[in-house]
């Protein structure tokens, strides 16, 4: 099993739309998690992190579900600038490893 | 704070050729990393440094070292550029687990 794991997409979603997609990990000793959001030919930038107990920022929400190992980022009233590739990010184990996952492309549709 | 900068933004190299890709942060940050990213992939880690004077080895070091001088200064050298080597590389900084990256370099070796 991949130590991070994501649909790579792409999700097609009209404007307006809800979409969520999750992230799952390997080690059950994962203690941080981050949404990273990647538009085409630029860098990657911190989105939002993930708590136990969820993450809300406006239209975004971040879940962790430790039981099953995944994270979930969902998206109310998507907008066509939220068309991008979402980078899921799990550090790992006492030395804090840090690994990305390959990322999931989302297009939103006008 | 300008944050992490990169230079170049591009180049192309011949094979065998050498070259530094540096990079440079203003936040204090005692972690760097340097990522490569292929087209359509995700990120890998090349080198990582915790501190002035100290760098370890990622995922996929060979052809690549690093040297880490002073807190701001992490640049990566490639000594025989090879096709393979053709990428996108970023540079990141951190003060925990939180990365921030820089605009990223463009490399092409033919």
């Known amino acids: 099993r991949k130590e991070v794991e994501q649909d790579p997409g792409p999700f097609n979603v009209p404007e307006g739309a809800t979409v969520a997609f999750n992230c799952t990990y390997s080690n059950s000793a994962s203690q941080s998690f981050f949404w990273y959001r990647q538009d085409c030919r630029k860098e990657p930038k911190l989105l939002m992190s993930v708590y136990s107990s969820g993450n809300e920022d406006g239209r975004f929400t971040a879940q962790l579900n430790r039981a099953s190992q995944y994270i979930s980022l969902l998206i109310r009233d998507s907008k066509l600038s939220d068309s991008a590739t979402y980078l899921c990010?799990?550090?790992?184990?006492?030395?804090?490893?840090?690994?990305f996952g390959k990322g999931t492309r989302l297009h939103i549709l006008p | 704070n300008t944050g992490v900068t990169q230079t170049p933004k591009f180049r192309i190299l011949k094979i065998g050729q050498s070259m530094t890709l540096q990079c440079t942060q203003d936040m204090n940050h005692n972690y760097m990393y340097w990522y490569r990213q292929d087209p359509g992939m995700g990120l890998k880690l090349i080198y990582y440094?915790?501190?002035?004077?100290?760098?370890d080895k990622g995922e996929v070091p060979n052809g690549y070292n690093v040297s880490r001088s002073t807190t701001e200064d992490f640049p990566l050298r490639l000594e025989l550029a090879a096709p393979s080597q053709t990428s996108v590389y970023f540079c990141?900084?951190?003060?925990?687990?939180?990365?921030?990256f820089g605009p990223g370099t463009r490399l092409t070796v033919t």
């Open positions: 990141a900084s951190s003060y925990s687990v939180e990365q921030y």
């Open positions: 440094s915790v501190g002035a004077g100290i760098t």
């Open positions: 990010v799990v550090t790992s184990g006492r030395d804090d490893k840090i690994i």
